[in-house]
């Protein structure tokens, strides 16, 4: 089981905060070793350091490079001092700008995930080095999923979900939104709590019971106002109806495009959550993959740790899938 966490590519947004020279001389290195110690480190200590290390030195790097071309401005300011008026105002408007997007930048990136110890959380893959007609990796079908859960210690909760656009009809008015599809404990696991009504829970996977969707804090606002009178209503996805139970605070449209590697090119947003509702015959079926799983690594359990107890269950589980795309 090849299992890796997405501490890359959230850190290569965070390298964004430092200057395009910058970056250009040593974001690869950094990537790289920040690749390397996402593989061994745990997540707890990883961190607070690269964040520490953004915090101190992307501020740092900034004003190095603000001051070198204030005193080569300041020395073309003195040949032409008829300029020096207005070229100070740009510059003091420029600085205030740069000010200004830090902020946002810091709001964005720097402050805590919409989950619960986001750093505990990592995707998992099942490896298909011998499948020549594949992709090298993807996602579990739901079958391993579920014997994960059973025979893993490293994890405590797993998870998985598809994606999918759909047509959208509330109140008589259509449109193509990003949806989820998730297994009970998806908003458990991430530890994501609705700002009003319930998430879905696993009572909610019993399949052939009423459907129920929760719905981002966009649709909630574009479809029912903001009106409370919304949890409760019935929208249609595909003309299939589902009760509406929960809104997501603002923040929170996982999954998306730029979540995971394999997501699908052009999903910016999910705007609502379903339950998966898997059949009997649907959760022992090797064929019917999800597009991602997500587990929870318990306290104290490394990266190392895990990765061989998911390789050696994968181990026994390997030969039960695909094997006639063998060889």
């Known amino acids: 089981m090849d299992w890796r966490p997405n501490s890359r590519n959230l850190y290569r947004l965070l390298l964004r905060l430092y200057p395009a020279e910058f970056r250009q001389e040593y974001g690869a290195q950094m990537d790289l070793a920040v690749a390397e110690s996402a593989e061994f480190d745990p997540h707890a200590r990883l961190w607070?350091?690269?964040?520490?290390?953004?915090?101190?030195?992307?501020?740092?790097?900034?004003?190095?490079?603000?001051?070198?071309?204030?005193?080569?401005?300041?020395?073309l300011f003195a040949k032409s001092p008829a300029w020096t008026a207005t070229a100070l105002l740009a510059l003091a408007l420029g600085i205030g700008a740069a000010v200004t997007i830090f902020s946002?930048?810091?709001t964005v990136l720097l402050r805590s995930l919409p989950f619960g110890e986001a750093e505990r959380l990592t995707y998992l893959w099942t490896p298909l080095p011998r499948y020549k007609k594949l992709p090298r990796e993807m996602g579990p079908s739901y079958a391993d999923v579920l014997a994960y859960r059973e025979q893993s210690r490293s994890f405590s909760s797993l998870t998985a979900f598809r994606l999918r656009t759909l047509t959208l009809n509330a109140g008589g008015e259509a449109s193509r939104v990003g949806v989820a599809i998730v297994m009970g404990n998806f908003f458990e696991t991430l530890r994501a709590i609705p700002i009003v009504g319930r998430a879905i829970d696993?009572?909610?996977?019993?399949?052939g019971?009423?459907?129920?969707?929760?719905?981002?804090?966009?649709?909630?606002?574009s479809q029912f106002h903001r009106d409370l009178s919304a949890l409760g209503q019935t929208i249609r996805?595909?003309?299939a109806a589902f009760k509406v139970v929960g809104v997501m605070p603002p923040r929170f449209v996982f999954p998306h495009e730029n979540d995971y590697r394999l997501a699908p090119a052009g999903l910016k947003r999910t705007d609502v959550w379903v339950a998966a509702a898997l059949t009997r015959q649907q959760r022992s079926d090797r064929m019917l993959t999800c597009d991602a799983a997500v587990g929870r690594l318990r306290p104290n359990?490394?990266?190392?740790?895990?990765?061989?107890?998911?390789?050696?269950?994968?181990s026994g589980l390997d030969r039960l899938n695909l094997p006639e795309m063998q060889g």
């Open 301 to 314: 359990v490394n990266l190392a740790r895990a990765q061989a107890e998911l390789s050696a269950i994968q």
């Open 209 to 221: 019971d009423d459907r129920v969707a929760v719905i981002s804090d966009a649709l909630w606002n």
């Open 104 to 106: 946002l930048i810091d």
């Open 202 to 207: 696993p009572a909610d996977e019993r399949a």
């Open 48 to 75: 607070p350091m690269m964040l520490g290390d953004v915090a101190r030195n992307a501020p740092r790097e900034h004003l190095h490079i603000l001051w070198r071309d204030l005193r080569n401005s300041l020395r």
């Open 237 to 239: 996805l595909n003309g």
